[in-house]
């Protein structure tokens, strides 16, 4: 049965999103962006109100919500800030899930129960300077010694690593193997040989913490390995089709957000007498472009079904990413143009808005590496 109606509960839990993100996030937002830093006190606050585990258990202290919950989350945090969502993101999607789907009972109470019930927060460390798109490229060892395993290398790009408490770190444990060799270890943030850099400039997404992070000669004990040896790379294939929803989700907020701010602005602008939404050039603007970000919205909420259900859904998951991406990045820049002048200014959120939606078609997957699996599934 295809549904295209959200629960009474999805609802209320779309208006706790939408209020908390205006009424707490939206008056940083601007801020945020300005200093290239996140707000602890808004983190705390994030933390208290459920947003970092929302699609896991309430047995490990999470909110007990589906994935399609967890995608309104993404979209209304995302329509104000997407700093805010990707932090969401990562912890949820990506630390979380690796340790949700492969950790042991010890484990998760250890370390899935604190992640879910806001007292920390999670990173995944994957990319180094030489693995992006090519994970196989990790050049990062962990070496067995008794009862520890001994971690050397180095990570990059590693989102919320300048705060977060609880790393999920992928390394070889066998450097003949390839990707069969890949292993992924808990290393808590605290451990000896664990170094974060500075955040790393960037264009957008600015006040998220993005950092390097570096491992050398860290001792972590044999009992925080996920899955086993070797499976490493399943554990983060697995992770990243997970978090490409997420990422959908956040470029639909992303590309809402910024149509939303365009209308309000062309209602009131007026140029030649009258308000500038009152040309068709404008009616026609607005209309092709909120439809294709209902086509995202419904993408997303197809891929975070099927995963609810249980179904493949890492092909919908990529098409809901590449689609909805691209849909983020041509929205905030028609939004940025409805605007004028006004919208190159940083007085307006949609040039931040466009800076952001770029980056939607880079991590969790470039968009030329979802045309890959998108293609390679219907091939096979």
Known sequence: MVEFKLTQEQQLAKKLFHDFAENEIRPLSRQMDEEEKFDMELLDKMKKYGLMGIPYSREYGGEGADTLTYTLAMEEVSKVDASAGITISVHTSLCCSCINDYATPGQKEQYLRPLVNGSKIGCFGLTEPGAGTDAGGVKTTARREGDNYILNGQKVFTTNSGFAD?????????????????????????????????????????????????????????????????KGYKIAMGALAGGRIGIGAQSVGIAQGALNEAIKYVKERKQFGKPIASFQNTQFTIASLQTKIDAARLMVWRAAKAKDDHENYAPLAAMCKLFASDVAVEVTRFAVQLLGGYGYSREYPVERMYRDAKITEIYEGTSEAMKMIIGGGLLR
């Open 166 to 230: 609880i790393f999920v770190i992928f390394a070889l444990t066998d450097r003949t193997l390839g990707t069969k060799g890949m292993s992924a270890f808990i290393v808590e943030r605290n451990t000896p040989g664990l170094s974060v850099s500075k955040d790393i400039p960037r264009m957008g997404i600015r006040a998220a913490s993005n950092a390097e992070v570096a491992l050398v000669d860290v001792v972590v004990p044999a009992a925080n390995l996920l899955g086993g040896e070797g």
